[in-house]
């Protein structure tokens, strides 16, 4: 980028410019593609696709001028597709800021840092038509700042988080639920059905992948206040904070909704209590009392069926 902008006083790079600057529209699609590849276990590489376009298509600019030109007098001229790079760039952008918002606890902790990134990633869309060639340092210090923040905060949380799932795990579980108490109303305990038979039959890269969509659909589900945990295995809790029943049981039915689209199933229980007079093993147990018969009325169903 520097190099690039330090062509810009000499007419003589003209075509040393150009490219550059074709390989600048074009990288950041292709990193950010990257990063939400090698975040998402499951996205496909189909998610390259729209920056490979773009990367053909600014090549292609490089000697008809539809994305941009340098004309004689040294200066950027915009094509009749002189924003697509910014589109396709913003596009990537907003998509991975959303899965890194699903795929977190939605607890404040996480979402600060979230929202940081977000707004470096804005910034940089917006500095160029505000600021000009000058924007350069303004960008790369804000993004640079953003990355490194969020990227700061997951090596940070990587004790307290499921290396499989992304959830909380046991470890935060017991130190997260020995704070504030008596905020704590109610305690969601699932248990994924038939994970041993997955395992067995299909092998345990079928189980992990099973388990993965099982807590990404805990997770979609989850709102503010709702904190998810691996325990362990299949087993995993869900912590309401401050949450009337009302509340608890809509989290249920949308954690039905979104493991009935996919072709696993789990059992699910849950404890409330409004006085706060419950610990916080009594509400654990009660709910995987209520789990276990869940699971049993499951498992008589299927054999009637």
Known sequence: MFIEFYFEDNSDFRMARTILMSIRYSAAPFVIAQIIFSFIKKEKAYIFIPAGVLLVIDIVSIFNGMVFKIDESNDLVRGPLGYLPFIVAGIYCAYLVYLLIRRSNKRLLEIVPISFLAAGFLLSLIFPFVFGHQFADIFTSTITMGAFMYYIFSILQLTKKDALTGLLNRQAYYAETGKSIKDITAIVSLDMNGLKVI????????????????????????????????????????????????????????????????????????????????????LLKKSDEQMYLNKAEYYKNKKLN
């Open 199 to 282: 395992n067995d039959t299909y092998g345990h890269d079928a189980g992990d992948e099973a388990l993965v969509t099982v807590a990404l659909c805990i997770s979609k589900s989850c709102k503010i206040k709702q904190s998810s945990y691996r325990m362990g295995g299949d087993e995993f809790v869900i912590v309401c904070r401050k949450s009337i029943e009302e509340e608890v049981k809509k989290l249920i039915d949308r954690i039905n909704k979104h493991i009935g689209d996919t072709k696993y199933t789990c059992s699910i229980g849950y404890c409330y209590q409004e006085n706060g007079f419950l610990s916080i093993e009594d």
